[in-house]
C-alpha cells in the first residue's frame, strides 16, 4: 500500500477543517459572533406573563420566556438590530433592539414600528422581516436620533388624539414594572380611553395617524440625516440600557 506523503497529508487535514468550518457556518454555527444580552418587558398594561420571546436579528438569533411579570433577559450570540416579538395566547406584540440593553414589547413598541414603518416607505410586516436583511431599515433602526425622534412623534400623537401624555417618550427602553407607576400606567391610561384594545393592539386610527406622520417626515435615513421627526414634552433617548 502506498503511504500518502507529509505534503499530501497537510493538504487533506486542510482541506478537512476548510469543510467543516463552512459547513459550521452554514449550520448558524455563530462563529465570530459575540454573545450579548437582550432584556425588557412585554406588557399590554397588565403583564405578558410567560410569553414567549423571539428574536431575529441581522446576524443570529435568540428566544426565551417571560417570567410572571412579564420581564425577560436572552443572552446569545448576535449581530443586531434585531426584531422582537412576544406571544401570549392571542396577544402577539412587535419591538426591536439596535443591540445588547433593555428594549421593551409594549403597544407603544408596535405603535413605533407603525410610525418608522410610514418614515421608512413600507408596511410594518415589511419593516419587521426586513429588520434582519434590509440595510435601509438597520440604518434606521440603530439610528439613536431617528428613533427618539419617531417616539417623540408617537407621544405627539397620543396626546393630540387621546389625550393622554406619557410619564417618559423613552418608552422603547425605559425599564419598568407592571403595576407600578410610570411606563405601565401609561399603559393602563392608554387602555381606559380606547387608544390600545385588550389584545394589546394600537386603534385602526392610531395606527393610521402614526403611518401619516412617519411618511410625512419622510426618510432621512436614505440620505444620512439623522431624522426630523416633530419633538413633545417628555423625556427623548432610545439607547439600551
Request: proline share 2%; net charge neutral.
Amino acid at each position: 500500500m502506498k503511504l500518502l506523503n507529509t505534503a499530501s497529508l497537510r493538504s487533506l487535514q486542510l482541506g478537512s477543517v476548510a469543510l467543516a468550518t463552512s459547513a459550521l457556518m452554514a449550520c448558524g454555527g455563530g462563529g465570530g459572533l459575540a454573545t450579548g444580552t437582550v432584556s425588557g418587558t412585554a406588557a399590554v398594561g397588565a403583564a405578558l406573563a410567560n410569553a414567549s420571546i423571539q428574536l431575529t436579528c441581522k446576524n443570529g438569533s435568540g428566544s426565551t420566556t417571560a417570567n410572571a411579570n412579564g420581564a425577560y433577559t436572552a443572552s446569545f450570540k448576535f449581530d443586531g438590530p434585531c426584531s422582537i416579538t412576544a406571544t401570549n395566547g392571542s396577544i402577539t406584540i412587535n419591538s426591536f433592539a439596535s443591540g445588547s440593553g433593555t428594549f421593551n414589547v409594549t403597544p407603544l413598541t408596535q405603535l413605533l414600528l407603525s410610525y418608522l414603518a410610514g418614515e421608512l416607505g413600507t408596511t410594518v410586516d415589511g419593516l419587521i422581516a426586513g429588520i434582519a436583511t434590509n440595510a435601509t431599515y438597520q440604518n434606521a433602526v440603530t439610528n439613536s436620533t431617528l428613533i427618539a425622534n419617531a417616539e417623540n412623534g408617537v407621544a405627539k400623537l397620543l396626546q393630540s388624539m387621546y389625550g393622554v401624555t406619557l410619564s417618559t417618550n423613552a418608552f422603547l427602553t425605559t425599564s419598568f414594572t407592571p403595576g407600578q407607576p410610570g411606563a405601565d400606567a401609561d399603559l393602563d391610561a392608554l387602555l381606559a380611553a380606547g387608544a390600545i384594545g385588550s389584545n394589546g393592539q394600537p386603534s385602526t386610527a392610531l395606527v393610521n395617524a402614526a403611518i401619516a406622520a412617519g411618511a410625512a417626515v419622510g426618510n432621512p435615513s436614505s440620505s444620512g440625516s439623522s431624522g426630523t421627526g416633530a419633538a413633545t414634552g417628555g423625556t427623548g433617548g432610545t439607547s439600551g440600557t
